[in-house]
């Protein structure tokens, strides 16, 4: 009697079996999924809020200090708006696409430290009220959904000269505040925002304080529009006061 032999397809389908399966990604948000919702601060989460100089409404998590920094806007970046006029719900906000909650926790991943710099001059010395609330929900809902640690500087007191972009004292004040007093390399970080002076935009003061950022330092700070580092916005945007100009990019040596 013949000795046994294995089956000619045993070492192909043990080979195959090694072979891990590929990861499947998750199926698209539906158009509810990318409006915020009210999330609170949890006790113990490592997260606190707190204000400064009665011009500064900021939020830090547990997290050790890191030397460069992704940075962003919110209206018009991170968040477009969905409503005719100026935001007042958070109904009336929706992610600018899928693409920023990916690019969020790629940045964390390859050693950024994520902060949010807005001018949200409507809180004005109100910490308490309803505006820093929206704020608190709106960053506090992006975090939970990005799943990493995201640190924010807000100036409520408009055309501060001081805390206000396109003045850079929130890049100093989160050095002190979010970053263990370790100074950020300019240099090896980069700002996102839409007021970059194209055709369509309100103003330019995120390009100015991406280039003040770096001047300060002797450096140069990349600069990238929303449309540069998340694509084409997924959906309606209302651009009279939240950015919004064309999807052309602007250089940050501009």
């Not at 909650?101 to 807005?118: A, D, N, P, W």
């Not at 990238?224 to 939240?242: K, L, Y």
Request: proline share 6%; hydrophobic share 40%.
């Amino acid at each position: 009697t013949a000795p046994a032999t294995a089956p000619a397809t045993a070492p192909a389908t043990a080979a195959a079996s090694a072979v891990p399966a590929a990861a499947v990604a998750p199926p698209p948000r539906k158009p509810s999924e990318m409006v915020p919702k009210q999330v609170d601060t949890r006790a113990g989460s490592g997260v606190a809020w707190g204000d400064a100089y009665g011009a500064l409404y900021y939020r830090t998590c547990r997290e050790a200090p890191r030397t460069k920094v992704a940075g962003f806007d919110m209206d018009g970046t991170l968040y477009r708006w969905t409503c005719r006029n100026w935001p007042s719900a958070l109904t009336d906000y929706a992610l600018w696409s899928e693409r920023v909650l990916t690019k969020l926790r790629e940045c964390h991943e390859s050693g950024y430290k994520v902060v949010i710099f807005g001018n949200r001059g409507q809180i004005k010395k109100a910490f308490g009220g309803k505006n820093a609330e929206k704020t608190r929900w709106l960053v506090n809902w992006l975090a939970q959904e990005a799943g990493v640690p995201i640190h924010a500087m807000f100036a409520t007191k408009k055309d501060d000269g001081q805390f206000s972009k396109p003045s850079i004292g929130m890049w100093t004040a989160m050095e002190k505040h979010a970053n263990g007093g370790v100074a950020v390399d300019p240099a090896a970080s980069f700002f996102v925002g839409d007021m970059a002076g194209r055709e369509g935009d309100v103003g330019r003061s995120d390009l100015e304080f991406a280039l003040g950022v770096g001047q300060a330092r002797g450096v140069t700070m990349r600069f990238e529009t929303p449309e540069q580092c998340f694509g084409p916005a997924a959906g309606s945007h209302n651009a009279s006061g939240g950015g919004g100009g064309g999807g052309g990019g602007v250089s940050g040596g501009a």
